[in-house]
């Protein structure tokens, strides 16, 4: 089974909450994760991601930093106020003026680098995606 | 034709000289008479003699500041010079100068004669009432290359108080006379010798209304005076003026102006117009090389005609320069012919081009009416009027005018080399600001770009795991391929826009406002709008074009922006905007730029436009921009570039040909 199978067979059943302002890199990325997730809600940006993300609290979160409205940071701070355990993957394009120091505080899973490269996105994601699963397990086992 | 001259002693004695020489029976007679005596009564009292013994002659009459008759120079004397033509026909006529208009008066007098064979025309007009240059102006309405002008501009022995000029029987204190001479037979040549050096520093007439002059190089004129000559000679004005005139060159030709008045202002009155803007030397008159320049006149004239008559209008200042030596100028060419004429306020000249008001020189009109020319014997030639060369005072004159003119170049080559270095100095903050709006544009392109490279990137991930998932269809390829290819052209337009941002000044021309704030919206637009700052353009007055460099503008814009750019980079705030508005009313057109990104800090509001002055940490802002900005608006555009601060955050507001 090749990685990328593995990964689907991680991810199928989970969702995800992708945040990005730019309308054909978020088409374009949407596309790629439709392709594992159960379910991918989209945001256009911080304010809208966080009214869906009352609604569907998605496995995961994938969001750009800079934003209109509300910008990543702020948002990543409001969902931490009511679910600390939320898992986060960033991402960010290299050389960009956000405040590095304030984002690696925030405990996220994960950074990608914009333009992003395949393989560090599977990974990541295969690694990010564990860790959810493992999770899960564990909250069902100590149910039974 | 002839002429013949006496020097008056008494009525009795002038009627006999009239009547023996037979000119009350002449028909073409011109009388010209030149009187160092400025009244009223006696100037009355000679023209009424003459006009009621030569009832048919042409009577003009004018005081002097000296006379000349043959090679003798005289002072208050009277000279009177009667010409008689043979093939010529005569016409005189006199105008008032009655609205203060010198112009209207050279226009109404010369209108007064006909053209027709008009070969010269000789006019005098009172000295210090009177616009010589404007004058002269007026009379080029018909004169214009038709023929020669020439006369001079009526003395008072250098009182400045009451210059008279006479015509048949008639006195007038305000107002021009002439003569004309009509003849298809008539050879007549006009020559003038200067001999004036010019010294000291060229400067410019900075407030000048006419022949009145305010100021010279920002200062009152009597402070210019008093700086360069001193004291004791800057009081001795207007009377020394004519010693130390003004020199200006126009068409090739170096023109001096003397001043005949002081006013009560502090202006000096000069004997001709001197135009603001126009550029001026001192002059200072060396005796010795105004001889020796005058010793060839003779020959230029000759060259064309061989005169019969020879009449001189020179400057009142020769006679007080040369002094005794003033009859030397005139040695050679009363060896000729007959001469006579007087000492001016003022002679006229003309030339192919124009008429002039001249100062300080010796103008010249040769007549005759034969076809004889005459060759000069070599003797004439080589006459050496055993001038003084060694002549102490000449020496010194030589010298100190060597001196001022050396040290005036030194001092010019000093300033020269200090301008070269502030040159440098400029050409080296604009490289550095040049190179710092370079980085501002990579900065730009950075951002412009980043996302096209996402999108390029994401796509070339999808097909990949689509097709490593065996989900690759060709519809997809097809899309993808169509996609990439689009995202290519943005960017690559987007080279080409910012490639006409930073290619190297542009023609000056005429362009429209909206368009550049369009332009600089295409490529700094999505940088703005990636810092969260909404911009909102402004139109209200959607044709205003400008004159100039539009990158220019784009520049001083560009700044402007990028620094509110930064500013909101500091800032806390959901509702970032920067207002561009191209203002309503047409003049003076205006650019305001608004932000509401905090403004500008009271205490260094001042500063904002000195070069070097920056906020921004180091490395960041090279502190060039502001200052470069109002350079471009006020250099390229006439205009300025104001801040005002407002609540919020701070208004830029350009403007544009202020001074048009």
Redesign the interface.
Known sequence: M?I??EL?ELTKELTVLYVED?S??R???S??LQ?FFKEVLVGINGEEALEIYKKNHTDLIMTDL?M??M?GLTMIKEIRKTNSAQHIIVLT?H?S?ENLMETIDLQLDGFLL?????DK?ITLLFKVAKIITLEQKNINNEDI | MYTITHKYIDNKKLIKWIHENNLSKEEECLVQFFSGIPTEEFMQEITTILYQNLPSAHILGTTTDGEIQGDTVSNGQVIISASVFQKSKLKSNIALHEKENSFILGKDLVHKFDCKDMKVMICFTTGITINGEIFLKGVKTLSENNFIVTGGMAGDNAKFENTIISYNGQIITDGAIAVTIHSKYLHVANSYKFGWESVGLPMRITKSKRNRVYEIDNMPIMDIYKKYFGQTVAQLLPAIGIQIPLMIERHGKKIARASINKLEDGSLLFAGNIIEGEIVRFGVGQPEKIINDSKFICHEIEETINPESIFVYSCMARRRLLDTKSHLELISIAKKCSVSGFFTYGEFFSDEHDNYLFNETMTLLAMSESNERVIIPDTIKNTNYNIDTNNNDNIIVNALTHMTNVIAVEWKKKLNSEIEKNKEREQASFQKNKLAQMGEMIGMIAHQWRQPLNAISATGINISLLSSMGKLEDDKIQESSEFIQKQCQNMSATIDTFMNFVKPAKESKVFQLTHTIESIMQIMGTQLSNHNIKVIVKVEHENAVIMGYEDLLEQVIINILSNARDAFEELECNDKFITITICAQKEPLCIMIEDNAGGIPKEIKEKIFNPYFTTKEQGKGTGIGLFMSMDIMKKSFKGDLEYIPTKEGSIFKMLFNLNK
């Open positions: 090749s990328n199978e689907r730019e054909n890199t088409s374009q990325i596309q790629i392709l800079t209109p409205k910008d394009a050389n003026s914009k333009p992003i490269k395949m996105l």
